[in-house]
């Protein structure tokens, strides 16, 4: 059965590896047992050792065994008793008469792969009929270390070899990682001791698959250094290492790799290193430009000269740009501005001021006092590594502010009463100037001059804020009318000649400056209002009248005089007739 399934199976690996390269060919053949691994191979044990009763008695280890297993020189007969692969030995972890866990590590010799391309390890396991899975288990790494431990060890493989299964010898294949692209790197077998039932494993392969040459156009490669910001330039003379990854790696090569620089996005690019080989994936190179200029990768197909490359990078050199100014964007001469940008450690700034305009700072932060000339404010940050490109923002000549928001308050006081009005103000705006009647008298302003509070005088007139810039100024007004007299109510308008038990209505004028009314009524009529109608049921004949009130004033009295006309009972009166029917 062995060479029925052996014979496709060598002919397709045949097939498969006439572009690769053998790079390592292990068959364990030996003629006797030996615990002295292959030329090159390590052996480290964590075990404690077995006594099987017999002839055996070492500690626990992977040994180089014939074909026939560990039966051939031991007292003790291991488990099981497989016939080698192919050829006449095969590699075998000892574990039959184990009585305590234990486990061993075999190293292959170190295996260079840095060369393009990618690595798989072949390798053959053997699997007997009739026995328990969870018995001993295989585990394969690979390292950078001759050892399974540490942060750069990848488990490739761990299981317990099935041996419910009818296959026998079967194959696996380990793709390496592409990670591992150095010159040291092992494979680790390493046997841990379960249920006392050997391992064998026989035929390693270790292959290298050489890239596929390029055709047509590339995959663009990928800038991986984070992006520089103007703020953190590096100094005239300090380099910056860029890397970039190349995604047509491993699988795809020849490929002449190329960093070029140019003074924009745009170009013109001129190549600064070229390089024709790649480790793992990605290459970087150290930039060291004197003023801020652009790097990219480029990667150029040697076989078709079709070229594709990563997305320009910026690197800025020199002191570090100030931020945004912060600030307004419009102006009125005479008023004074601030304008600030984000501190950087350790600068001084230099400000420049459109002409005419006056103020001076070497901080972060400038006052200035525009006159009537716009312009572009700007600001440079000079620092150990020099004076930085300009930050600047443009200026515009403003407007005189609109008019103030609607002015809110009583428009009729009490004279000698404090009063506050406000208004909501106006873009632009200053400050806010107020002015009152004469008489009146302002006490005090808040909220930035939109609210302002004054004793009012015995004077009505209009209440006016004013908001002010360099530009000018807009006014809003506000009528008041201080109280100190009410006039007499209007003339009552309503029947003069009412009947008693009917509903009537009488009113009269509003009265300016009132607040309430009282009405007075004759006797026997009843209803009642404090506004300037009263609806009423007559009652006796007599003076309807009305007075106006106000928190300050009372008005005279507005009098009529109502004359009730009574209810008519009507009378029934029958006689006989003098000409009886």
């Known amino acids: 059965m062995k060479k029925t399934v052996l014979l496709p199976l060598m002919l397709l690996l045949g097939t498969a590896l006439q572009a690769q390269t053998t790079m390592l060919a292990e068959g364990f053949n030996v003629t006797a047992r030996t615990a002295t691994p292959p030329s090159g191979w390590t052996v480290s044990s964590s075990g404690t050792g077995y006594n099987d009763g017999g002839s055996c008695s070492s500690a626990t280890t992977w040994e180089q065994v014939p074909s026939g297993g560990f039966s051939a020189n031991c007292g003790a007969p291991g488990n099981p008793l497989p016939s080698s692969y192919l050829g006449s030995g095969m590699m075998g972890y000892n574990s039959w ?147 970039a990854t190349d995604p047509n790696f491993p699988t795809i090569g020849g490929f002449n790799y190329q ?145 103030p ?40 302003t808040a909220n930035g001059g939109k609210s302002m509070t004054a004793v009012a005088g015995l004077g009505s007139g209009n209440i006016t804020v004013t908001a002010n810039n360099g530009c000018g100024s807009s006014t809003r007004s506000f009528a008041v009318n201080v109280i100190s007299t009410l006039d007499t109510p209007s003339a009552i308008t309503g029947n003069k000649t009412p009947c008693s038990g009917k509903v009537y209505t009488y009113s009269i004028r509003k009265v300016s400056g009132a607040s309430s009314y009282v009405w007075t009524l004759p006797s026997g009529w009843s209803g009642s209002n404090t506004d300037t109608s009263i609806q009423v049921y007559p009652g006796n004949s007599g003076a309807l009248s009305v007075t106006a009130y106000s928190p300050c004033a009372t008005s005279p009295v507005s009098s009529t005089s109502i004359t009730v006309q009574p209810a008519v009972t009507p009378s029934l009166s029958i006689a006989p007739s003098s000409s009886p029917v």
């Open 259 to 403: 960093w070029q620089s140019a003074p924009s996005a745009t170009g013109p690019w001129t190549t600064q290193s070229t390089v024709t080989s790649i480790t793992g994936g990605s290459l970087s190179y150290a930039a060291s430009p004197t003023t801020t200029t652009w790097y990219r990768l480029n990667i150029l197909c040697v076989a078709s000269t079709n070229s594709a490359a990563t997305t320009p990078y910026q690197l800025f050199v020199g002191a570090p740009q100030p931020g945004a100014i912060t600030g307004n964007a419009s102006f009125c001469p005479g008023d004074t501005a601030t304008y600030s940008v984000p501190t950087t450690g350790g600068t001084t700034y230099t400000w420049t001021l459109p002409s005419g305009w006056t103020g001076s700072s070497t901080t972060n932060s400038i006052k200035v006092t525009p006159n009537s000339t716009a312009g572009t404010l700007s600001v440079t940050a000079t620092t150990a590594c020099g004076t930085s490109v300009p930050q600047t923002k443009s200026i515009v000549a403003g407007t005189a502010p609109i008019i």
């Open 97 to 243: 008469s184990i009585t305590t866990p234990s486990a061993t590590e075999l190293v292959t010799p170190s295996l260079d792969f840095s060369a393009a391309g990618t690595y798989q390890l072949s390798v053959w396991i053997y699997q007997e009929l009739n026995y328990n899975p969870g018995d001993d288990s295989l585990e394969i790494y690979v390292n950078t270390a001759a050892s399974s431990a540490g942060s750069n060890s990848t488990l490739l493989w761990a299981g317990t070899p099935s041996y419910s299964s009818n296959s026998y010898w079967t194959n696996y294949l380990f793709n390496v990682p592409s990670t591992y692209t150095g010159t040291t790197n092992y494979f680790i077998f390493r046997g841990v001791t379960n249920y006392r039932n050997d391992i064998f494993f026989d035929s390693v392969t270790v292959i290298h698959n050489p890239p596929t040459p390029c055709t047509g156009t590339p995959l663009a490669p990928v800038m991986t250094t984070p992006v520089m910001s103007a703020s953190s330039p590096i100094c005239t003379g300090s380099s910056k290492t860029l890397t």
């Open 405 to 444: 928001g609607v002015i809110n308050g009583n428009n009729s006081p009490c004279g000698s009463t404090n009063q506050t009005y406000t208004t909501s103000g106006s873009a632009m705006a200053i400050s806010y100037t107020w002015n009152v009647p004469s008489g009146w008298s302002i006490s005090s």
